[in-house]
């Protein structure tokens, strides 16, 4: 079975958004292929130097995508810290990276202008951490966002020079596997744009039924068409959107005959919406309350994911240990 790759950052709670893009994706390739899945916290560490929120955050991001559906009997879910051996990976491909590349990379130049006090080498050598996550298990494939694209470049690059430099061909370059082009896009509530955590316009799984309520009726909407089968303005699409993803299709055909019809009333449709949401959401909401107040659980699940990610991370260092010349 070919072998996958993803690094989780550990950034708060879950929303619409972040699960039918990539927990969802997630979910299927647990059945497809051997699924590496990890929470980024070391690499958190280069923005937040004191960890304890990182440990709550990566107790809710794992709480989360278990309650979604990600199996730990299918896939390796795992705390990048638990598996010390990519560290040593990380370390030799840092001796065969260099400080030109390095500079060059978006998002490092973002960093430095975002947090001009604290440019440290973690963030330079953040795509060779990445790099290493990744080549540690030889995955093939990794699913990423869009905005990963040049860290994925650089991890296949550092594949590259490695064989190059030992005269082997023993990395196989990762391909990215691009979410935002499979997943749908669910849009925000705010009338334009996709739904996100940094727009404020997210429902998130953890909402409960009033909040969401609350949410759906702010939405923005209009005065009504006044034309039979008009087209319908961003706003108005995204409530139907919205309605396409969660909702019976009878339910959104009804609606969209009312909008067609001139007869749509935004206030019915918004309940409509609002309750469809809130049955998506609650089993996963329970299913969150549950694991959240099992540590126990949450412990076994993290244990046992380090112990297979240590194995698979074992093996492949100590091939490279051989091709460098350490025994
Ligand atoms: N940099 C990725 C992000 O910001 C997270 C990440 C870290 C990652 N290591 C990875 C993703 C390895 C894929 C593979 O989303």
Known sequence: ???????????????????????????????????????????????????????????????????????????????????????????????????????????????????????????????????????????????????????????????????????????????????????????????SGKMGKSEGNAIYLMDDEKTIRKKVMKAVTDSGPTEPDSAKPEPIQNLFTLMEIVSEPSTYDYFNAQYNACSIRYGDMKKQLAEDINAFCAPIRERIMDISANDSYLEKVAAIGAEKARESAARTLKEVRNIIGFK
Request: glycine fraction near 6%; charged fraction near 25%.
């Open 1 to 191: 079975m070919e072998i996958v790759v993803s690094g989780i950052r550990p950034t708060g709670n879950l929303h619409l958004g972040n699960y039918f893009g990539a927990v969802k994706s997630f979910i299927q390739m647990q059945d497809e292929y051997k699924c590496f899945f990890f929470i980024a916290d070391w690499h958190s560490l280069t923005t937040h130097p004191h960890p304890e929120n990182i440990r709550r955050s990566v107790k809710t991001i794992l709480t989360e995508y278990l309650a979604c559906g990600i199996d730990p009997e299918k896939a390796t879910i795992y705390v990048q810290s638990d598996v010390r051996e990519v560290v040593e990976l990380y370390l030799y491909l840092n001796m065969n990276a260099y400080l030109g590349e390095l500079e060059r990379v978006t998002s490092f130049k973002e960093k430095v202008r975002k947090q001009p006090d604290n440019v440290n080498a973690g963030l330079l050598t953040y795509p060779t951490l990445m790099a290493a996550d990744i080549l540690i298990h030889k995955a093939v494939k990794v699913p990423v966002g869009k905005d990963q694209e040049q860290n994925m470049e650089m991890a296949r690059k550092f594949a590259r020079r490695f064989n190059t430099i030992y005269n082997v061909d023993y990395f196989v370059e990762p391909a990215s596997f691009h979410l935002s082009e499979r997943a749908v896009k669910v849009p925000g509530l705010d009338g």
